[in-house]
């Protein structure tokens, strides 16, 4: 007999299913925050168990296009960021053998609620009633599983409701004239609360976070965060890094540098005093402050560094930067440099390339340190 041809309505089923297929394998590889991640824990086991559906015996269709559709996703997106390389193509596999293994538990589920629930006629459906049973069973004690699993990592709509109904109320009674925004609960696995962010419409620096356990409230970090200052020396240190980072580039053509300034607020018992919410950024803070460069050098030798340290310093002062330690990391062919704990009297002796070799041999009497990884020829 002739094979018969799949009706409209089938046709317009196994679309839907297709389309749906591959929103969940592109919404999964899509999801980058690290706790979203979790929620691939359903989404996936849900893509394979509607593949078997849709394709039946050629389920093993799923978990290979969504291989390689994450894998192309991941890949592009890694590469993006820092370019093509073997760093995205590893990462793009790796997320590719995840999102595909996490199917299979759907395929599973699928199956064997097909055999709980599927009837055949004929006499001996009675005598696998008891395998039935198990395979639902098994089915639903899979489905449980993975929801648990989800609800630990993630949390759940219902418990995220609740924490953001808790927090509002919160924040209306607790900080009415602060003109909050509230970001959405996340869920922090490592301590079982959802966790969400005050942002203030007109105060940069007011920001802080609320943690909620069992929706109830129980702490905020507005003391630590907004009252002490650290959320002021925080966005200093970023405009000061900012500033370093392009004299270093404009002054001495290092284009591609990173640099991080960051306040010694060890020293100052009452730095909040020094700080004023919102303030203007200087370079005059009375803050001690110490300022960390990375950067690419052709040469890697203790004369070469000391070299760029001088020429940094120099740069710096003529631009009214003072900071009382340097810290350098430098990489070329595979070798690492970290050179830490270079004070300005370091930089003017004269003899930095000789102190960078002593601390190198562990010889240097002062406080610089030189860390090196890798194998020189």
Same mark, same amino acid.
């Given at each position: ?133 198990? $395979?639902?069973? %098994?089915? #639903? ?5 993975? *929801? /648990?699993?989800?609800? @630990? ?70 003391? $630590?965060?907004? %009252?002490? #200052? ?5 966005? *200093? /240190?970023?405009?000061? @890094? ?136």
């Amino acid at each position: 007999m002739p094979e018969e041809r799949p009706t409209a309505k089938q046709s317009i089923l196994f679309v839907t299913q297709l389309i749906i297929l591959f929103t969940g394998t592109v919404a999964g590889a899509v999801i980058s925050d690290p706790i979203d991640k979790f929620y691939n824990l359903l989404i996936m086991p849900g893509v394979g168990g509607l593949g078997f559906i849709a394709f039946r015996k050629k389920w093993y269709y799923v978990p290979f296009a969504v291989l390689v559709i994450t894998f192309l996703w991941r890949t592009v997106a890694e590469s993006m960021q820092v370019g093509f390389g073997s760093f995205a193509l590893y990462a793009g596999l790796n997320s590719g053998v995840i999102q595909s293994f996490l199917t299979l538990p759907g395929v599973l589920i699928a199956a064997l609620l097909q055999l709980a629930f599927t009837k055949k006629q004929g006499c001996g459906e009675n005598s696998k009633l008891p395998l039935k049973i198990f $395979s639902g069973a %098994v089915a #639903g004690a899979m489905i449980f599983f993975l *929801l /648990s699993v989800t609800n @630990s990592f993630a949390g759940n709509p219902v418990s995220a409701y609740f924490a953001d109904k808790a927090i509002q109320q919160y924040v209306e009674e607790t900080y009415p004239s602060l003109a909050l925004e509230i970001g959405k609960p996340r869920y922090n696995f490592k301590f079982n609360r959802y966790v969400a962010q005050a942002q203030s419409r007109t105060s940069k620096d007011t920001r802080f976070y609320i943690h909620c356990l069992h929706g109830e409230v129980n702490s905020d970090s507005y003391e $630590s965060d907004v %009252v002490s #200052g650290y959320n002021t020396l925080d966005r *200093l /240190s970023g405009e000061y @890094s900012a500033l370093a980072q392009k004299l270093v580039s404009e002054e001495l053509g290092y284009e591609n540098n990173t640099a991080r300034v960051m306040y010694d607020k060890s020293e100052y018992e009452n730095a909040a005093d020094v700080l004023e919410l919102d303030m203007e950024f200087e370079r005059s803070l009375p803050m001690k402050a110490e300022v960390l460069l990375r950067l690419d050098l052709p040469d890697i030798s203790m004369e070469s560094i000391a070299l760029v340290l001088t020429e940094a310093h120099r740069v710096f002062v003529d631009n009214d930067c003072i900071f009382c330690r340097y810290g350098l990391t430098v990489e070329s062919d595979g070798i690492l440099v970290m050179v830490d704990n270079v004070s300005p009297a370091d930089i003017e002796s004269g003899e930095l390339a000789a102190l960078l070799e002593k601390a190198r041999t562990h010889e240097s009497p002062g406080g610089i340190s030189v860390f090196i990884k890798g194998n020189r020829e």
